[in-house]
């Protein structure tokens, strides 16, 4: 039974799941709202924006200079901050150059398989077993992707290309332990140096964003790293109130939600072949769901 206190820690818990799975579900409107900025420059500046907003909460809990101590003690440890925040910056790259070319239903298929991913990772580098529900989850997914390769004859890229480089990046960060803000500042702070020298190289040869873009554009534009950082926020509160199966539910919400946009918003063809492949990934998702469901219990 409960407690009072555990029941309002719960119900915070899923208020904050809830709402970081909306967030991450409707900001495929946002950076279509951003054209006609080229989806490169969104990326540089979301770098850049985003390694801003975690320092500024890194100065909170941490201190303005104590932030930066864990950070150059260990060529290791620098390096595989430096390989993370590349592979989830390729991440980012790859979805919000999916979003503006008219791919967000191939976007939602990519999330949906990562977490299936995850799992395979899981296996065959950290050695963690696999229970019988995982394997007809994979099993399912497999079935899913089978389905787009025949029906289309070529691989879904975008879906494999998030999936696969998400799923890396989380094998990558389970090798060390830091607040999640902290963890994002380091990932995205080794990449400042080479970002500001495209921003300042586009700047001055005319091609960058001043004189190019309406200014309520760049102001939209400037809204990436808040954007970007709220709901890696309330995820990593909802982390600490909610139970992982049940964390683990709600992750489904934002693909979901980007799914009924990519078909009624953006209006992509949502054809048999992409049904039947979900429904495949989809049924996969219950199993594991439930077997994660057991192995908490």
Known sequence: MKTGDEKNQYRVGILAAVFCGFLWGILPIYWDALKPISSFTI?????????????????????PVKVFKGMFGDSKRFFKYL?????ITLNWSTYIWAVNAGYVIQTCMGYFIEPLMVCVFGRFIFKEKLNNFKRIALGFAVVGLLIMIVGYREL??????????FATYAAIKKTYKLPVMQALFYETVTLIPAAIAIILY?????????????????????????????????FSFAASKLPLVTLGLTEYISPSI????????????????QFSAFVSIWIGLGFFTYGEYRDFR
Do not use: H
């Not at 390989?83 to 592979?87: D, E, K, S």
């Not at 890229?157 to 999936?163: E, K, R, S, V």
């Not at 309406?214 to 890696?232: F, H, N, Q, V, Y």
């Not at 980007?258 to 072949?273: K, M, Q, R, T, V």
């Open 156 to 165: 879904p890229a975008i879906a494999l290309g998030l999936a696969a480089s």
């Open 258 to 273: 980007s799914l009924i946009l990519g078909i009624y918003y953006f209006n992509e063809p949502f054809d048999l072949i």
């Open 43 to 63: 990326i540089i500046y979301r770098v850049v924006m985003m390694s801003l907003m975690c320092y500024i909460a890194c100065i909170f809990t941490i201190g």
């Open 202 to 234: 586009m700047e001055f040869s005319g091609v960058g964003l001043f004189g190019n873009i309406e200014l309520k554009k760049i102001g939209l534009l400037s809204l990436c790293g808040l954007l970007t950082a709220a709901p890696l926020g309330l």
């Open 83 to 87: 390989t993370a925040g590349i592979l």
